[in-house]
């Protein structure tokens, strides 16, 4: 399973990012995406199911967005009114069915300037 990650970048405050994370292959459960801020550890940010079921770290509640397209085995975070806290690498993180295992993708910076 090989994940690759886009969207990262250099935003103001207020602003808005659009990350995803395309899986290679097929048969993927719950897709997802955590961050670590330098010098911090790796933490969830959020999750989403097959179904669509959703699951977010309260600091991003109302403000990030995850959703997923199963044909194309790509998962997204609509990041809206970045904050500087925001600022981390970002990671996705999906479960392949077959072998049960979790993989991470090779992570993209995110940058919020004050």
């Known amino acids: 399973v090989q994940l690759q990650a886009f969207g990262g970048g250099l935003v103001q405050a207020g602003g808005s990012l659009r990350l995803s994370c395309a899986a290679s292959g097929s048969n993927f459960g719950v897709m997802g995406w955590y961050r670590q801020a330098p010098g911090k550890q790796r933490n969830f940010v959020a999750s989403i199911t097959t179904s669509g079921s959703t699951n977010y770290v309260d600091s991003v509640k109302g403000r990030f967005t995850i959703s997923r397209d199963n044909a194309k085995n790509t998962v997204y975070l609509q990041m809206n009114s970045l904050k500087p806290e925001d600022t981390a690498v970002y990671y996705c993180?999906?479960?392949?069915?077959?072998?049960?295992?979790?993989?991470w993708g090779q992570g993209t910076q995110v940058t919020v300037s004050s």
């Open positions: 993180n999906v479960r392949w069915i077959v072998d049960g295992h979790y993989y």
